[in-house]
């Protein structure tokens, strides 16, 4: 009975509504049936974004991750219109608010007497909760975009216009709202969002809202502030205490978590994870896939660390849990080596080190990556893996607080802001800051925390609606190049030596106002020439 999203991708998403919806009257009778509907909008619907553009905008772009062979357009700055990334999340974003905005339909026409009155206002707070998710990424991708609530309105409209960026973001802002006003603050059952994410979300669209327009909002602050809190003191939910805890098979739906996409194993393709398979090194610690071998912490990534390039050492347990160096030991992850002979054998993952000569290397990817189906009681196989992919987590408050306090300054004497970012760096486990805090202390704590959770570049373009050079200087200042990485010694190495490949010659970006926000793919921009027609302010009903 789920949606079944993936033959509504087709170029004319704008003009009708999606495929092979739920629109059976006879479907909406019971509370159960209602939330049986909203289920497939925290997996399948997002899809063919988490699979692969999730990262390849949110961390390739923003140049904490880069991938030596593929996907250069990102590594470089240079997604053009008929990018794989952009094409996929383009797609996604508008499949998302399609499903949405149908399912609010469906719910308003056909709930039946059966359904509480609590439930549907649930499930309507659940479905505006995604569209809200899916046009923050929209506007902060491609600026001024259209707003459609009704997908069957569109059909009789042959011009839907964009409308300005400062209408999205009131949009997103109210679907939010509506949100916490009407989801519980215990989710009716795990992995289900509940007012306190919608709260989150409040929290992190206040912040972004703040520099919109180029000056910065103190209102939007004081909420970011205030619904940051909110969640840190009240919601109940706590950080892990260990911060590799959160990455590891099985964590879903875990006390730090506030919204994330629910995978399962399952046969069906729609449903399970298949980022795995895109982001693991090697099928020696995959299932028949593993096709990240050329991914790699950046070196701009690598170097904020603590110590890590100075010292050769970080006590940052954060690099251990999202990138591999040589030497690091995973005993949850089952690696096959082979001898001499090629004979095959199994043992606990320990990340190989480059050959004595070799001019480069990779820091493979660790978070998210899970290992073989015998590390996950058989719950894995190629392209099928069970483990969820967060999209907020209670950590973010913490530093949500922490930049709102900022605002705009280049540093704050502000003890709670301090003491937040630290509670941050101790579950880390690296030394307290001291103070005062800059605006690139949060940032750089950002960076680390959420390294390939696909959130990098959007913290980019927060700053670039306040502060666009220092956006532009982040960018083109990240060495983005390969490098080399060796242990003093193997196993158990104690310390780290990194080097340039000096034949590698593209190591930087350039980011301008003339390339920041992705184009309108090719696909649609020449089906909708009106897409570039300048945006109009959207008339909200009351």
């Not at 920041?516 to 897409?531: D, G, H, V």
């Amino acid at each position: 009975m789920a949606l079944s999203v993936f033959s509504g991708c087709e170029k004319e998403f704008l003009e009708r509504p999606p495929q092979d919806t739920l629109v059976d009257a006879n479907f909406f009778k019971t509370n159960e049936q209602v939330l049986a509907a909203t289920a497939p909008l925290y997996s399948v619907v997002w899809k063919d974004y988490v699979d692969k553009a999730s990262w390849a905008l949110g961390d390739l772009r923003a140049g904490t991750t880069y991938r030596a062979w593929g996907y250069r357009d990102d590594v470089l700055f240079n997604t053009t219109e008929v990018s794989t990334s952009n094409s996929e999340a383009y797609r996604t974003f508008w499949i998302v608010v399609g499903q949405a905005n149908t399912l609010i339909q469906n719910i308003n026409r056909y709930a039946g007497p059966q359904v509480t009155e609590d439930i549907k206002k649930h499930a309507l707070a659940e479905a505006r909760f995604m569209r809200a998710t899916a046009y923050s990424y929209l506007v902060m991708n491609y600026g001024p975009i259209p707003i459609i609530e009704n997908n069957l309105e569109k059909l009789s409209d042959p011009q839907v216009k964009r409308n300005t960026v400062e209408s999205v973001w009131e949009f997103i802002t109210r679907d939010y709202l509506y949100a916490a006003e009407n989801l519980p603050a215990n989710a009716v059952a795990p992995g289900r969002i509940s007012k306190w994410s919608a709260e989150g979300m409040l929290a992190r669209t206040y912040l972004t809202r703040a520099g919109v327009g180029g000056s910065i909002n103190q209102e939007y602050l004081n909420k970011a502030k205030e619904y940051a809190e909110r969640v840190i003191t009240m919601s109940g939910h706590t950080l892990l205490p260990d911060y590799a805890d959160l990455f590891r098979y099985p964590y879903d739906n875990n006390v730090e978590s506030l919204f994330e996409q629910q995978w399962v194993f399952t046969t069906n393709y729609g449903y399970a994870n298949t980022m795995v398979s895109q982001i693991t090194y090697s099928n020696d610690i995959a299932n028949g896939d593993g096709w990240g071998g050329d991914l790699s912490a950046s070196w701009w990534q690598l170097s904020l660390y603590d110590g890590l390039f100075e010292d050769g050492f970080t006590n940052d347990e954060r690099l251990k849990a999202t990138y591999m160096l040589p030497g690091f030991h995973y005993p949850e992850i089952t690696q096959t080596v082979r001898d001499a002979n090629g004979k095959e054998s199994e043992q606990e993952l320990i990340f190989p080190a480059p050959a004595a000569d070799a001019e480069n290397s990779f820091a493979n990817i660790k978070k998210y990556v899970v290992g073989k189906a015998k590390d996950l009681d058989g719950q894995a196989m190629s392209q099928r893996y069970p483990n969820d992919t967060y999209m907020l987590r209670l950590a973010e408050m913490y530093l949500i607080y922490a930049d709102a306090v900022l605002g705009g300054s280049e540093s704050t004497n502000d003890a709670k802001a301090l003491e937040y970012v630290n509670v941050i760096r101790q579950r880390a486990g690296v030394p307290p800051l001291e103070g005062p805090l800059t605006w690139r202390d949060v940032f750089e704590e950002r960076m680390k925390e959420f390294a390939m959770e696909g959130l990098a570049w959007y913290d980019l373009v927060r700053i670039h609606y306040f502060a666009p050079q220092r956006a532009y200087d982040i960018i083109n200042s990240q060495d983005r190049g390969m490098f080399v990485v060796k242990p003093n010694r193997m196993p158990n190495p104690t310390s780290w030596t990194f080097a340039k490949t000096e034949w590698f010659e593209e190591r930087t970006a350039t980011a301008n106002s003339g390339n920041f926000l992705l184009p309108i793919p090719a696909a649609e921009s020449s089906q909708a020439p009106w897409l570039r027609d300048e945006p109009v302010p959207y008339e909200f009903g009351e």
